[in-house]
Every structure is written in structure tokens, then in C-alpha cells.
């Protein structure tokens, strides 16, 4: 049975990184079902042959391919596809990430560079390749899954706080380099009940952890995958070079936010 709804994306066309799971998934999904034709990517390439099943059965046009976000040329070949398969490409939604939460005196330097690698160079590799394409037939939209992470510190993650503090700045810079063709943003997720974030908490983590979220929860990966959508389609014409926190209210007080309610 159809089940594309809104179509406001019925002229674009995606390449959606991180597809397998989570945001990634969400987003490829909502995407499809307000008209775009997606390419479903990601290193798990049968968690993105997944995703883009799902829309196909809901009705929408998908396809899937494994992508190393780390390299060059796996990112060129995957935006090539793309045109290949739909004629044309002018959204691209990167949200693949890792982490490893350990103390910097425990981490190592090749943990360090892998995370980085992936986080930080990926998107540097998907904007540099995207963004010759796009200026090129003079229209886009790039975005990007940076984190609140970037934005405070949080201890344990010194790598992933660094690397999604790279991703916002590094959106705001290619928002004035490549305007007024493409438009860039970063969407700053805070936390987010992904079915891996989920498999780490007890219910007694899970608890303490809404308990200083002023909103009480954390977000579903379809509440984020809307915000990307929503910035992919022309109702966000006007808004480039943002780092747009959905983050329920946490970062809103800075430092008192995160030792929440005072009940």
C-alpha cells in the first residue's frame, strides 16, 4: 500500500549516509515519504538494502549501496550512482558517526584518528564531492549531523565532542563558500533513543537520564529525521549556515541544564 504523504519533496532527489539505522534510517524514510528518491547508504550494506526495502514497500522510490564514508572515492561513486539511477542530486544527508566514550588517558591514537576519520573527514569528503556537483547545476541542500556535543563538553568523549564541533564549523564556513547555489546546515541532536543508544541504558539509566531533560524523554530518531527534512526542502530556502540544537530543552540553561530539575 502507498504510503508517501506529503510531497514536498516530490523534486529532489537524496543521498542519505548512515542509512542502516537510527537517524540515518529515519530520515531516508520520511524523506521517501514526502516524495524524494533516495539512495540509501551506509558500511552495512544490508542494514541500507533494509531501509530502502521499507520504502519501497510503503511505496517510494529507493535504492541502497554500501559506502565508507572515510573514503573518497567510495563517496564519488555513490553520488555517481545516484545520478545514474535518478538524474539528478541535489540533497545530501550525512549521518553516519562513531563513538568510543573513554577517558582521554585511556584512548588511544588510533582511536582518536578513527573517529575523526569518520566524523569529521567523512563529511569533508561527501561536501568536497557533493559540492562540486551541486554548484555546478547551481542548487542543493548539505546537511550534516553534528551533535550538542560539539556545542558543551561532555566528559568521556573528547573525540566525538572534537569531531561534531568540527562538523558545525565546518557547515558554517561551507555555508558562505558555496552560497548562493547551495545551501549548508548541521542538525544538533541532543539525546536520542536510537535502538543502539537504547541497548546501552538500564531502565535506571534510561530514568536519570530523561530526569534532566526538561521535555522528560529523549527524542525519537523520526523527531530529528523531520528537522532534516524539513531543512531539505524549499520551505528552508532561506536558512544556511545554522547548527539547529533538537535536543528537548537540555542545553537551554547551559551548566544548570545538566544537573536537571530541582524537585
Not at 531501509?51 to 553520488?79: H, P, Q
Not at 546537511?143 to 573525540?159: E, K, V
Not at 561534531?164 to 541532536?189: D, F, Q
Request: hydrophobic share 45%; aromatic share 6%; glycine share 10%.
Amino acid at each position: 500500500m502507498t504510503d508517501v504523504r506529503s510531497r514536498r519533496m516530490a523534486d529532489k532527489t537524496a543521498l542519505v549516509a548512515g542509512a542502516a539505522s537510527g537517524i540515518g534510517r529515519a530520515t531516508a524514510v520520511l524523506l521517501a515519504r514526502e516524495g524524494a528518491a533516495v539512495l540509501c547508504a551506509d558500511l552495512d550494506a544490508e542494514g541500507a538494502g533494509a531501509t530502502a526495502g521499507l520504502i519501497e514497500e510503503m511505496g517510494g522510490n529507493a535504492s541502497s549501496g554500501r559506502l565508507d564514508v572515510t573514503s573518497e572515492e567510495s563517496w564519488r561513486n555513490a553520488l555517481e550512482r545516484t545520478v545514474d539511477l535518478f538524474g539528478r542530486f541535489n540533497v545530501l544527508v550525512n549521518s553516519a558517526g562513531i563513538s568510543f566514550g573513554k577517558p582521554v588517558t585511556d584512548m588511544s591514537l588510533d582511536e582518536w584518528r578513527r573517529v575523526m576519520a569518520v566524523n569529521l573527514d567523512g563529511v569533508f569528503h561527501c561536501a568536497q564531492e557533493a559540492a562540486r556537483r551541486m554548484v555546478a547545476a547551481g542548487d542543493g541542500a548539505l546537511l550534516f549531523t553534528a551533535s550538542t556535543n560539539g556545542m558543551i563538553g561532555h566528559p568521556l568523549y573528547a573525540d566525538y565532542n572534537a569531531s561534531k564541533a568540527g562538523v558545525i564549523l565546518l557547515a558554517r564556513t561551507l555555508a558562505l563558500e558555496l552560497a548562493p547555489a547551495v545551501r549548508v546546515n548541521a542538525v544538533c541532536p541532543g539525546y536520542v533513543l536510537t535502538p543502539m543508544q537504547e541497548r546501552e541504558y538500564t531502565p535506571e539509566m534510561l530514568d536519570e537520564v530523561n530526569r534532566r531533560i526538561p521535555l522528560r524523554r529523549h527524542a525519537t530518531p523520526e523527531e530529528v529525521a523531520g528537522v532534516f527534512a524539513f531543512l531539505a526542502s524549499d520551505e528552508a530556502r532561506y536558512i544556511t549556515g545554522q547548527a539547529l540544537v533538537v535536543d528537548g530543552g537540555e542545553t537551554a540553561g547551559g551548566v544548570a541544564s545538566r544537573h536537571g530539575p530541582l524537585e
